[in-house]
Nanobody
Framework: VQLQASGGGLVQVGGSLRLSCVAS????????IGWFRQAPGKEREAVSC????????YYADSVKGRSTISKDNAKNTVALQMSRLEPEDTAVYYC???????????????WGQGTQVTVSS
């Protein structure tokens, strides 16, 4: 599967943005699509993932309550709406896909290119 992420950019503290991931290829082989991020000097971490067949959702505590992940199976698209952005949200965000059923944001099998999100104070 190929994953194309878009929607990153520069946003002010408290602002919002929407990341989009379009999957192509053997999408049906994958259970979940999600988002990970990596900030400078930090390890990569899970942000949010969604099961494409059952709609089960995972959010990291750091974004819970101010982020919404959604899917459009017809378009093989997953979007992540983030609001009340904080400088700590600054990172490269990666779209990912996993074949592992029922385990969201655990092992990821495919990674797309990253999109930079910068939150300025």
């Amino acid at each position: 599967v190929q994953l194309q992420a878009s929607g990153g950019g520069l946003v002010q503290v408290g602002g919002s943005l929407r990341l989009s991931c379009v999957a192509s290829g053997s999408v049906r082989d994958y259970y979940a699509i999600g988002w990970f991020r990596q900030a400078p000097g930090k390890e990569r971490e899970a942000v949010s993932c969604i099961g494409m067949y059952d709609g089960v959702i995972y959010y990291a505590d750091s974004v819970k309550g101010r982020s919404t992940i959604s899917k459009d199976n017809a378009k093989n698209t997953v979007a992540l709406q983030m609001s009340r952005l904080e400088p700590e949200d600054t990172a490269v965000y990666y779209c990912t896909a996993s074949r592992t059923w029922g385990r969201l944001c655990q092992s990821q099998d495919e990674w797309g290119q990253g999109t930079q999100v910068t939150v300025s104070s």
